[in-house]
């Protein structure tokens, strides 16, 4: 079983800049495709970006491609989303996720129900 810790969130600026990170326990993290999710108050958790276990395929949310950029680092146990140019609608409160499962659509990556463990989530706040 895999624990997921967020960090990074806090209060930016729009056109901005933050960083998150995911650490995992466990010695398995190379075998799990990463996702990152988030939640605005009275919205569903929605898909930003997702990062196979290699790293060689990642996907993104129409919403954030071009700004947002996930990578990992397998020898850390730790996933990152780096986010860019932010705007008050990015606002929520932000997930990361694993799964043991590899797909070959990316589409399967989009669905929340398909991840095995999820982290606490780290709040991420962008003024205007």
């Known amino acids: 079983q895999a624990q997921l810790v967020e960090s990074g969130g806090g209060l930016v600026q729009a056109g901005g800049s933050l960083r998150l990170s995911c650490a995992v326990s466990g010695r398995t993290f190379s075998m799990y495709a990463m996702g990152w999710f988030r939640q605005a108050p009275g919205k569903e958790r929605e898909f930003l970006a997702a990062?196979?276990?290699?790293?060689?395929?990642?996907y993104y949310a129409d919403s954030v491609k071009g700004r947002f950029t996930i990578s990992r680092d397998n020898a850390k146990n730790t996933v990152y989303l780096q986010m860019n140019s932010l705007t008050p609608e990015d606002t929520a409160v932000y997930y990361c996720?694993?799964?043991?499962?590899?797909?070959?659509?990316?589409?399967?990556?989009?669905?929340?129900?398909?991840?095995?463990?999820w982290g606490q989530g780290t709040q991420v706040t962008v003024s205007s």
């Open positions: 990062i196979t276990w290699s790293g060689g395929r990642t």
């Open positions: 996720a694993a799964t043991k499962a590899t797909y070959r659509s990316g589409t399967s990556y989009r669905n929340r129900s398909n991840y095995d463990y």
